[in-house]
């Protein structure tokens, strides 16, 4: 099985600053996709980023950008000019296309606070 | 399309009675998921379904949870005989099938069992 792993249970950072969340996988597949979700409190989850493994260019939305290691199975979002609403839970998450049902494995979580 | 929709938002409940949550996913995706939530963890993966059927089921998902899909349309997860552990976030998803598709969560159940 897959596991993802978020080192970081907290973070903060000054509103308008760049901050880095890291995530950590294992697989042995080469071919896989990967994702950042953000969950505000008491919101739903919602897709903030995604990366194939595939695909050597880092993927970037907007003040999103990550920061994809294959080798080193590491994939950290980074988010630039920091805003309040930036304030939530991140988890990091791996889904193997070859799992017929394209089940994600979550890691546990960084919790980002934006600090006025 | 107003996304992904479940209801109850949150539900306590005493220990040893039935719940039912529901999830009405969007219409145009023919793949809805289940996940559960623990306090301080990321969503662990439980079922799910393509179309009307349940094609896949975590170990996690006991003999006393079950989940349907009637029609592909909405989905119900029934637990029966809740315990103090069965307490969780209850998150609910659709996507398209196919590689790499995310998901659209829904805004999850509560489940408080007392």
């Known amino acids: 099985a897959q596991t993802v792993t978020q080192s970081q249970p907290e973070m903060s950072v000054q509103e308008a600053e760049t901050v880095t969340l890291s995530c950590t996988y294992d697989t042995s597949e080469n071919n896989y996709y990967l994702f950042w979700y953000k969950q505000p409190p008491s919101r739903q989850m919602i897709l903030v980023i995604r990366q194939e493994a595939y695909k050597q260019q880092n993927a970037t939305e907007n003040r999103f950008s990550v920061n994809f290691q294959k080798a080193a199975k590491s994939f950290s979002l980074k988010i630039s000019d920091s805003q309040l609403g930036d304030t939530a839970m991140y988890f990091c998450?791996?889904?193997?296309?070859?799992?017929?049902?394209?089940?994600?494995?979550f890691g546990t979580g960084t919790s980002l606070t934006v600090i006025p | 399309d107003t996304g992904v929709s479940q209801d109850p938002r949150h539900k306590i409940t005493k220990r040893g009675q039935n719940v039912t949550f529901r999830c009405d996913p969007i219409s145009e995706h023919n793949r809805l998921y289940w996940y559960r939530q623990t306090l301080g963890q990321g969503p662990e993966f439980l079922t799910y379904f393509q179309n009307e059927a349940q094609l896949e089921k975590s170990r996690l998902l006991s003999d006393r949870f079950s989940a349907e899909r009637p029609k592909g349309s909405f989905s119900t997860l029934e637990i029966q005989r809740t315990e103090q552990g069965d307490s969780a976030m209850y998150l609910c998803?659709?996507?398209?099938?196919?590689?790499?598709?995310?998901?659209?969560f829904g805004s999850g159940t509560r489940l408080t069992v007392v």
């Open positions: 998450a791996f889904m193997n296309p070859l799992n017929t049902g394209n089940q994600f494995y």
């Open positions: 998803a659709s996507s398209l099938a196919g590689p790499g598709y995310g998901y659209t």
